[in-house]
Every structure is written in structure tokens, then in C-alpha cells.
């Protein structure tokens, strides 16, 4: 067996460890252990889906056991909004939301929020649906627009080019905009292409399919609109 000789040399330095017949492979094996150091692993806050980031408030309707999180400008935009759907929750024969719309994005992104919210149990005002053959179309938009609780925009490339064109889309806009009940649904485009168009509604802060998906969005429309 070799002998350490520590007490003759001593163990001042890692080399005269190094160096001891006895001590050289445990000064080894410290060394190894010494060196590890263990894998660091995300905390579980830490981690956030794509789109979630900065989401981190409840507002006052959060639903208990929710878990949609908002940013603090989201909490803003929405709760004079919310504010309204209280005040008119009263009222009878009230849809929820009216859905404002470019006549293009009717047989798709328009109709798959539409669906997704009344998936939710949102009623939905949507021309597709509520505009019969034979009646007038402005009137049956003024009439949506006064029985509904919130209207969204769905704001398109197709529904920028509506109206620049000051189309029906651009009719709509003007009303909703003058009753302050407007939520801005961005999706394939962005505020500042609103801007371009519409300062007074790009202006506005709303939500954005960059940011989060159409469920997403729906479900937050919903727990905004359901009292």
C-alpha cells in the first residue's frame, strides 16, 4: 500500500497532493467532481409560449380559475370597453359583439372568428348570416350596430383596401368609432399599416394574430364580453 506523505512533505499544494503516492488519484477524483456543475433548467415562470410574453395581469372580469393573462396596454384599451358591456348588459335583445368586416374576408378569416367565438357562446352579428336576400344592406348594419354590444374589426389588407375606397367596411368603421365600443382585431397586417390608413382607429390600441392565434384572441373576446 503506498504511504502519503503529507507528513513529511505536507499538503500545501494541489501538486504535492498531485505528487503523493497515496493522495494522487483521490486529489483526481476531487478534482473531477469539483469542475461539475449541474444543468440549469428553466424555472417554471420563466417559460412562455410564442406570443405570451408580457402577459402577466388578470383584469377585474377574469373569470375565476381563468388563465387568459393580458398586458397592462391591453388592460387599458379593454376596460373602458368592458365599462360599456356592463352599462348595456341591461338591455334587452342585445348581441354580444358586431363583427366589422371586408366583404373578401367574409368566407374566411371573418367567418373563422365569427365561429370561433360563438363556439364560446358569443352571439355574433355578421352579415353572412344576418343580411337576408331582398333587404337593404345599410339598414341592416345600422340595425346590427345599435343591438350590439361591442363591435371588433376585423382589420385585413383586404379590409385596408375597403376603406381607402370608402366602402360599406369604411361606413361601418365610422359608426362604431363614433360610439367609442371598438376593439381593432389586427390579422396579416399590422398598426402601422392601419396608421397609414385610419389614424383615428390605428390609433387605438387592440389585439394582434402576430402576437397571439385567432383561439386565443376568441377567448379573450368572450371572457371581455360574457358578464
Known amino acids: 500500500m503506498s504511504r ?3 507528513p513529511v512533505n505536507g499538503h500545501r499544494s494541489a501538486s504535492a497532493a498531485a505528487n503523493c503516492p497515496a493522495c494522487r488519484n483521490r486529489h483526481r477524483s476531487y478534482n473531477s467532481y469539483s469542475s461539475y456543475s449541474p444543468p440549469s433548467y428553466p424555472s417554471s415562470g420563466s417559460t412562455r409560449s410564442s406570443g405570451t410574453s408580457g402577459r402577466t395581469i388578470k383584469p377585474r372580469w377574469s373569470k375565476p380559475g381563468s388563465v387568459i393573462y393580458y398586458t ?8 373602458p370597453v368592458r365599462e360599456n ?3 348595456r348588459s341591461s338591455l334587452p335583445d342585445l348581441r354580444d359583439i358586431f363583427l366589422c368586416h371586408a366583404w373578401d374576408d367574409r368566407k374566411d378569416s371573418a367567418k373563422e372568428l365569427h365561429d ?12 353572412e348570416k ?5 333587404t337593404s344592406l345599410m ?12 363591435g371588433i374589426v376585423l382589420v385585413t389588407p383586404n379590409f385596408l383596401d375597403r376603406i381607402q375606397n370608402e366602402g360599406i367596411a369604411d361606413k361601418e368603421l365610422s359608426a362604431l368609432l363614433a360610439r367609442d365600443l371598438l376593439v381593432p382585431i389586427v390579422h396579416e ?32 373576446l368572450s371572457e371581455l364580453i360574457l358578464t
Do not use: H, Y
Open 4 to 6: 502519503c506523505t503529507a
Open 72 to 79: 397592462p396596454e391591453e388592460v387599458r384599451t379593454l376596460t
Open 85 to 87: 358591456v356592463e352599462k
Open 116 to 127: 370561433l367565438l360563438e363556439s364560446k357562446g358569443v352571439s355574433v352579428w355578421f352579415s
Open 130 to 134: 344576418d343580411v337576408f336576400l331582398g
Open 139 to 150: 339598414r341592416e348594419i345600422d340595425k346590427g350596430l345599435a343591438k350590439s354590444k361591442v
Open 189 to 220: 397586417t399590422t398598426f402601422e399599416n392601419l396608421r397609414d390608413v385610419s389614424p383615428l382607429l390605428g390609433s387605438r390600441s387592440g389585439l394582434s394574430t402576430k402576437e397571439e392565434t385567432m383561439d386565443q384572441i376568441a377567448d379573450k
